[in-house]
């Protein structure tokens, strides 16, 4: 009966470490592969937020240029009115 026990015990042993070895390069190869992508996908992303930064200040020149025409046609306005009632 011992011998079956220890039997037993060896085989769950060697099967476990095996599991654990299997685990291992299981987890490696998912490290690996995150690493990779991150790798792959930065320039990308990089690359992304720059473009948005550019639209950010091309969209910041936009408003400003609208703000300074805005201010423009509000003058005209006032010295159309100034201009007709000194007529």
């Given at each position: 009966?011992?011998?079956?026990s220890f039997d037993?015990?060896?085989?769950m042993?060697?099967?476990f470490t095996e599991?654990r070895?299997?685990?291992?390069l299981?987890v490696?190869?998912?490290?690996n592969?995150?690493?990779r ?7 990308e ?7 948005y930064k550019?639209?950010?200040?091309g ?7 609208l703000?300074?025409i ?7 306005e006032?010295e159309?009115?100034?201009l007709?009632?000194?007529?």
């Open positions: 009966m011992e011998d079956k037993l015990l060896t085989k042993y060697k099967e599991f070895e299997e685990i291992k299981d490696q190869k998912v490290s592969q995150i690493v992508l991150e790798n792959e996908l930065k320039p992303v990089e690359a992304t937020l720059d473009g550019q639209l950010a200040e969209q910041q020149e936009i408003k400003e240029q703000s300074d805005s201010k423009k046609v509000t003058n005209q006032v159309i009115t100034v007709k009632s000194a007529k």
